[in-house]
């Protein structure tokens, strides 16, 4: 089982918000996990968006719109990353990422597409 | 301007070398950990290796431990890869990547290079 696992793709119309999900492998909690980030849009490298613990710990990356937030699900042992007021300009794909078992892991990555 | 600039990459034959480069400016490169992050085609993200800002610290993912290894020089503002017994699977574009803080453990990447593509085939 990966350890970060991402639902492939996700579609939502403009203007309204999505809601990605990474989920974390059974028996590692989210809660004790900073979670990070990424926005790759075709034929370009990464872009780094937010990290997210808590409330009181959190960071947008430089240039980042306040449209784009970070929250856990501790329920579903989940980092969320949410985008209000989708723009087309959004549409591509985001990966999650935390540091595990000294490595860097990512998830799968969720391809977004603004319809 | 921050800006990284990879170089290096090209078509070698399985069980070959190649070394990476990682040209870096617009920062105080001794100031920050680097990284090296690769994508196979139309694939994911897969962190290759991190190295502390005085190269004091240094981690592998386990895919290419032993095969890989990651240096800098901080007098030419440079980062490297080098890459040896080759196979197809390393196939992927290879990004160097600027981390938040000195620690390769501690924070991750802000930016990015364009990346430069290695394929390994015969």
């Known amino acids: 089982q990966a350890v970060l696992t991402q639902p492939s793709s996700l579609s939502a119309s403009p203007g309204a918000s999505a809601s990605l999900t990474c989920t974390l492998r059974?028996?590692?909690?989210?809660?004790?996990?900073?979670i990070y980030w990424y926005q790759q849009k075709p034929g370009s490298p990464p872009q780094y968006l937010l990290r997210?613990?808590?409330?009181?710990?959190?960071?947008?990356g430089s240039g980042v719109p306040r449209r784009f937030s970070g929250s856990k699900d501790a329920s579903a042992n989940a980092g969320i990353l949410l985008i209000s007021g989708l723009q087309s300009e959004d549409e591509a794909d985001f990966y999650c990422m935390i540091w595990h078992s000294s490595g860097w892991v990512f998830g799968g990555g969720t391809k977004l597409t603004v319809l | 301007e921050v800006q990284l600039v990879e170089s290096g990459g090209g078509l070698v034959q399985p069980g070959r070398s190649l070394r990476l480069s990682c040209a870096a400016s617009g920062f105080t490169f001794d100031d920050y950990a680097m990284h090296w992050v690769r994508q196979a085609p139309g694939k994911g993200l897969e962190w290759v290796s991190g190295?502390?800002?005085?190269?004091?610290?240094?981690g592998y993912a386990d895919s290419v431990k032993g095969r890989f290894t990651v240096s800098r020089d901080n007098a030419k503002n440079s980062l490297y890869l080098q890459m040896n017994s080759l196979r197809a699977e390393d196939t992927a574009f290879y990004y160097c990547s600027k981390a938040m803080c000195g620690d390769y453990e501690g924070c991750a990447f802000d930016i990015w290079g364009q990346g430069t593509m290695v394929t390994v085939s015969s």
């Open positions: 997210y613990m808590s409330d009181s710990d959190k960071q947008r």
């Open positions: 190295i502390t800002s005085h190269s004091g610290s240094i």
């Open positions: 059974s028996g590692i909690n989210v809660g004790t996990y900073r």
